[in-house]
């Protein structure tokens, strides 16, 4: 006779195993520091050059606009000086929010690892086979 309970955790191993299992595997070999830090500084990397590629955007965009622009070195350094604080403040907003996402998801990840774990552990009685008797 099929255990209806049975074939329920069995079914939620499966899902697990075929849908989960290969990005939550990936996540949770990391420690969760290490996991933070590891996507932190690629989300710092991508945010830098997205920041750069805006910053020479801008640039080519004022100078085509204005052909004849003169600036004098008070001028430039403001500019300069504008440029840096909002890297500064496009790299910090990066990295509280990537901070807390790769954190959120790698406790995420753990806690689907031990509900898996848990459903293979209800099924594991069920898998005991009786001792074969010697005649």
């Known amino acids: 006779m099929v255990d209806p309970g049975k074939v329920r955790l069995m079914t939620q191993a499966a899902i697990f195993e075929t849908k989960e299992k290969n990005g939550v595997l990936r996540t ?16 710092m990397l991508s945010a830098t050059a997205a920041y ?61 690892i031990v509900r898996y774990l848990s459903v293979l552990h209800a099924l594991d009685p069920s898998y005991e086979t009786p001792e074969l008797e010697e005649s």
Not at 28 to 43: C, E, G, N, P, S
Not at 68 to 85: F, H, Q, S, W
């Open 28 to 43: 949770v070999t990391f420690r969760r520091k290490d996991y933070i830090l590891y996507h932190m500084l690629a989300v």
């Open 52 to 112: 750069l590629a805006f910053v020479a955007l801008m640039f080519f965009m004022i100078i085509m606009a204005y052909e004849e622009i003169v600036l004098n070195v008070g001028e430039m350094i403001v500019i300069l000086i504008g440029v840096v604080i909002g890297y500064v403040l496009v790299l910090t907003a990066y990295y509280v929010i990537s901070h807390k996402y790769f954190g959120e998801k790698h406790v995420r990840a753990r806690k689907d």
